[in-house]
């Protein structure tokens, strides 16, 4: 089943001398379940198609059926619910608040869903426990490695249990074995029937999915599958 179609999706900006194409004529369909890498250098419009495909923002024109329905002219607060129960948002920069600790970052996005506090912290607690950080649930950002803020990061992102997982540059603040680790941890979410998309400019990275979708200036240049990664499935 499709999760997600777009369809002739175009993003423009107007500029005093001319309208800039960022996203030009994209067509694409994510099946539920697929691990998806979306690879392009800086400047290629692969964010700007992550961000419409989060529904962070909106295309020009072109239509996007997001679980065969679309999210055109969908008001803010569905758009919201989207982004809060729908998917799930892993970012470069991880986005924790330094005041709280894991746990606490964990459970935001539960709060903001009016979820009750204990059901909320124990959701939390096991997302936690998932990626490897029982020894960590009570440490703030600036107490933890970059690797350990990306794990709380994406807990965060699965509290909610999103269908589809968004990942933008997960491993580009971490070191080489850091980042193994996070890449070992989106393979056992898509295991376990996540639909993901991997934002990197990183060649060696996309190939790790199991389809690569390659863009540039906007368009597509190639979308084709990837042989079967030998990455064990582990999260430690």
Known sequence: MEVIKLSNI?????TDESTVFALNDINLSIKKGEFVSIVGQSGSGKSTLMNIIGCLDTQSTGEYLLNNESVIDLPHNKLSLIRSVTIGFIFQGFNLIPGLNALENVELPLIYRGMKKKERQKIAYNSLIRVGLSNRIYHYPAQMSGGQQQRVAIA?????NPSIILADEPTGNLDSSSGDDILKILKELNHL???????????NIAQLASRTIRISDGKI???KLNCKSNLIYSLN
């Open 221 to 223: 240049t190639s979308d």
């Open 193 to 203: 029937g996540k639909t993901i998309i991997l934002i990197t400019h990183d060649n």
């Open 156 to 160: 965060r992102a699965i509290a909610g």
């Open 10 to 14: 175009t993003k423009t900006y107007n």
